[in-house]
């Protein structure tokens, strides 16, 4: 049973970067055909896809975020980044980790991670 | 705004039959198909329906969904109160090269 964890600092001054971790355990972020994403949702608010490495390492970014995102894979440790730069209080947020997977033929968010919440504030 | 288009609330009695609509263009909905997420309260959203009309193992056949044009829409019949949550759908947008969600639904049980 693959289940996922997000970890990281729950308090983010602006104009600093955001960091969170995502363990991923019970299978191995390095195989079969899997995106590894990272979706957020302000408070009371709509989901927002931020954006996903490939089991490749291949990457691709919210259009609206791309300038301040980064993520990336530690295949070592089964574990996949979040890096948002230049973070102000719009970016206030529960952040989860996510699956992506071919379900009989199609993509969706399989498994979702339980969700961290990240405040950005003085 | 959302990319994709939902309206903010609906409601309904127990047993009785629920649709919530999703609404985009043919960058997304149009040339993709519909994931339907439900997310009650504090929890992280689950996959209900896939391929715009799939159900994975485990989600009750009260749940359907279908897609026609840029649109899409979730039904749920036999309505109960553990119904009672957010519901989103999502699709791949050709445009943006990324995953686009509705606004969320939220659904209650009167």
């Known amino acids: 049973q693959v289940q996922l964890q997000e970890s990281g600092p729950g308090l983010v001054k602006p104009s600093q970067t955001l960091s969170l971790t995502c363990t991923v355990s019970?299978?191995?972020?390095?195989?079969?055909?899997?995106?590894w994403s990272w979706i957020r949702q302000p408070a009371g608010k709509e989901l927002e896809w931020i954006g996903r490495i490939y089991t490749s390492g291949s990457t691709n970014y919210n259009p609206s975020l791309k300038s301040r995102v980064t993520i990336s894979g530690d295949t070592s440790k089964n574990q996949f980044s979040l890096k948002l730069s230049s973070v102000t209080a719009a970016d206030t947020a529960v952040y989860y980790c996510a699956r992506e997977a071919l379900v009989s033929g199609y993509y969706a968010f399989d498994i979702w991670g339980q969700g961290t919440m990240v405040t950005v504030s003085s | 705004q959302s990319v994709l288009t939902q309206p903010p609330s609906a409601s309904g009695t127990p047993g009785q039959r629920v649709t919530i609509s999703c609404s985009g263009s043919s960058s997304n909905i149009g040339s993709n198909s519909v994931n339907w997420y439900q997310q009650v309260p504090g929890a992280a959203p689950k996959l209900l329906i896939y391929?715009?009309?799939q159900r994975p193992s485990g989600v009750p056949d009260r749940f359907s969904g279908s897609k026609s044009g840029t649109s899409a829409s979730l039904a749920i019949s036999g309505l109960q109160s553990e119904d009672e949550a957010d519901y989103y759908c999502?699709?791949?947008?050709?445009?943006?090269?990324?995953?686009?969600f509705g606004g969320g639904t939220k659904l209650t049980v009167l």
């Open positions: 391929s715009s009309n």
């Open positions: 019970g299978g191995s972020i390095s195989s079969g055909f899997y995106y």
């Open positions: 999502a699709a791949w947008d050709d445009s943006l090269s990324g995953w686009v």
